[in-house]
Nanobody, 132 residues
Framework: QVQLVESGGGLVQPGGSLRLSCATS????????IGWFRQAPGKEREGVSC????????YYMHSVKGRFTISRDNAKNTVYLQMNSLNYEDTAVYYC?????????????????????????WGQGTQVTVSS
């Protein structure tokens, strides 16, 4: 069974940090790019970051550049999103998702963040709340 399970969300004060984890199983992570998305109430789902491979390129939406870092450990079938300097606008449910590497390469990795429908598998999400 294909599974992506996010963890690490929670309540954090502005300026604080969280590290999200996406544990995957049931498919070969080597063949997929992994994206992180987020969705706040009443807003559209937006792409946050994606990573191409174990030592490949990472891509970020502009508002998180310099604050968030995506990484992956294929041996552990896990992808991480380190989030620093969190602000109120980062409050959302965060999802990880997997897109076939060939699809990502064809579309362009950054472009997959604008096309959630291109992703094959999705996790259930984890809540991140930034509040003072």
């Amino acid at each position: 069974q294909v599974q992506l399970v996010e963890s690490g969300g929670g309540l954090v004060q502005p300026g604080g940090s969280l590290r999200l984890s996406c544990a995957t199983s049931g498919f070969t992570l080597d063949y997929y790019a992994i994206g992180w998305f987020r969705q706040a109430p009443g807003k559209e789902r937006e792409g946050v970051s994606c990573i191409s491979n174990s030592d490949g390129s990472a891509y970020y939406m502009h508002s998180v550049k310099g604050r968030f870092t995506i990484s992956r450990d294929n041996a552990k079938n896990t992808v991480y999103l380190q989030m620093n300097s969190l602000n109120y606008e980062d409050t959302a449910v965060y999802y990880c998702a997997a897109v076939n590497l060939n699809t990502a390469q064809a579309l362009g990795f950054i472009q997959t963040l604008y096309r959630p429908a291109s992703y094959d598998y999705w996790g259930q999400g984890t809540q991140v709340t930034v509040s003072s």
